[in-house]
């Protein structure tokens, strides 16, 4: 079975901080997909970034940067110099590959808070 | 266009009434997805719609009935619906396969049952 564990319940941090979300996972397939989502107080589910098992290319999008860790079944998300925008909570979530669509389990959330 | 609309924003119903929740995107998309999300939970997921049939359904209760009538349109039928079942229900939708399967979602029906 698949699972997400966010160890972070909420974090906060003075804008123009660093902060690191962790995120780890389970799966039994060798075929899986990691996603980090953002949810602002409006409550849409904003994709940030898809990685697939197969390329564990660390990425970098602006001040987000992402660090992908087979061997620790980690998926990290880094914000750099945060801002008060970034204040939303962050979900990452997996999905194993199927024929019939794709069923996303999300980890439990890390709310953010950025303060000015 | 990454989008996903969802209508109403907002609704509240009494526990004799029927309602509908209706999802529509434009991305060609061939999966859609109904999840329910309670305060301060992540979002769990309801149905699955892949290719226009019902794929997944987590043993959701009857009074939610899902509807696909095209490959564009989600709806989610409701009927003698519970206090408890009061929640953010988000909308979503992805290819069913291939490498690019990150979900895009909408901004979610409030529904109130009273």
């Known amino acids: 079975a698949q699972k997400v564990t966010q160890a972070q319940t909420e974090i906060s941090v003075v804008e123009k901080e660093d902060v690191t979300l962790d995120c780890v996972y389970e799966?039994?397939?060798?075929?899986?997909?990691l996603f980090w989502y953002k949810q602002p107080p409006s409550g849409e589910l904003v994709f940030l970034i898809r990685r697939n098992s197969f390329d564990e290319q660390n990425e970098i999008s602006g001040r987000y940067s992402w660090n992908f860790q087979k061997s620790t079944s980690s998926f990290n998300f880094t914000i750099t110099a945060s801002q008060v925008v970034d204040s939303a909570v962050y979900f990452c979530a997996l999905s194993e590959r199927d024929n019939y669509g794709q069923n996303f389990v999300f980890g439990p959330g890390t709310r953010l808070s950025v303060l000015p | 266009d990454t989008e996903v609309t969802q209508t109403p924003k907002h609704l509240v119903m009494g526990m004799t009434n029927k309602k509908s929740l209706k999802c529509e995107q434009h991305m060609g998309h061939r999966a859609m997805y109904w999840y329910k999300q309670k305060a301060k939970k992540p979002p769990e997921l309801m149905f699955v719609y892949s290719y226009e049939k019902l794929s997944i359904n987590e043993s959701v209760p009857s009074r939610f009935s899902p509807e696909c009538p095209n490959s564009s349109l989600l709806n989610l039928h409701l009927h003698a619906l519970q206090p408890e079942d009061s929640a953010l229900y988000l909308c979503a939708s992805s290819q069913p396969t291939g490498v690019n399967t990150e979900a895009f979602f909408g901004q979610g029906t409030r529904l109130t049952v009273v």
């Open positions: 799966t039994r397939d060798t075929t899986y997909y």
